[in-house]
Structures are given as structure tokens and as C-alpha cells.
């Protein structure tokens, strides 16, 4: 298990806007997680609520993204270990969530391809001649 001093007792306000920061990606990834045991079982996100939460939570990091921007702008950033340890964990969780996103992603067009109509039609790639005739037909 991790064990991380918590940020919130020092008084760097760039270390708790990242440690709030952090804590949003950590709610980002457990939303995706919810969102991957939905994908992995019946695959109806709109009767969930999931899409709705993460727009919600999609405006919550802009916001702080952009109050960390204008932080890191307006003062000079001393590296203390705090900060390292906050940037470290947050960067951690968002690569944990980029890797589950993937994954939805992956999942979302399985179920795409098997709710479509019919059979998936395969188009063979175009010979050199086909791709000629075509350009030739065009101009």
C-alpha cells in the first residue's frame, strides 16, 4: 500500500490545487471503472447515467486544470518533495484512467459491431489498375 503524506498540511497552494487535481482523476477513474463492468456486462450506458457523470466531471477538470495553469503561472514552482509526491500520485491515477479509457473504448465498439444489422461487410483493399481507373474517371 501507499503511504503518501498528506499534501493538505503544507502551505504550497499549487500542491493542493494539484492534490484536489488528483483527487478528481481519482473520481474520473472510478467512474470508468463503473463504466467498465457496464461495458463488460449488458453494455447500455445511456440508461446509467455514466455520460451525464462524466460531463459533469469533464467541467470539473477544465476548471482545474485551468486554476493550476494560472497558479504555476503567477508564482515560481519550488520543487519540494511534496509537490513531487502529489504530481507523482496524480500522474499515476491518469495514466490508470487512460489505460481503462482504452479499454471502454475497445469494448464500446465490440458492442457497436455485434448490435449492428446484419453482417459486417469487408471491402477488399483497391488494386494499383482499380485505384487508376477511378482517378482516371475523375478528372
Keep these: 500500500m501507499e503511504t503518501t503524506a498528506n499534501p493538505q498540511n503544507s502551505r504550497s497552494p499549487v500542491v493542493d490545487l494539484i492534490w484536489s487535481h488528483s483527487t478528481l482523476c481519482e473520481e474520473v477513474y472510478n467512474l470508468l471503472l463503473d463504466e467498465n463492468r457496464i461495458l463488460r456486462g449488458s453494455g447500455e450506458l445511456a440508461e446509467s447515467g455514466v455520460l451525464d457523470k462524466k460531463r459533469m466531471l469533464l467541467s470539473a477538470l477544465d476548471h482545474s486544470l485551468q486554476q493550476m495553469r494560472q497558479a504555476a503561472g503567477a508564482a515560481?514552482?519550488?520543487?519540494?518533495?511534496?509537490?513531487?509526491?502529489?504530481?507523482t500520485k496524480a500522474q499515476r491515477v491518469l495514466l490508470k484512467a487512460m489505460l481503462l479509457d482504452k479499454e471502454n473504448e475497445q469494448l464500446l465498439l465490440k458492442h457497436a459491431l455485434s448490435s449492428s444489422s446484419g453482417e459486417v461487410?469487408?471491402?477488399?483493399?483497391?488494386?494499383?489498375?482499380?485505384?487508376?481507373?477511378?482517378?482516371?474517371t475523375q478528372n
Design 76 to 87: 515560481k514552482l519550488v520543487k519540494t518533495p511534496a509537490l513531487k509526491s502529489v504530481a
Design 121 to 136: 461487410q469487408i471491402i477488399p483493399k483497391p488494386t494499383a489498375k482499380q485505384v487508376k481507373k477511378r482517378y482516371e
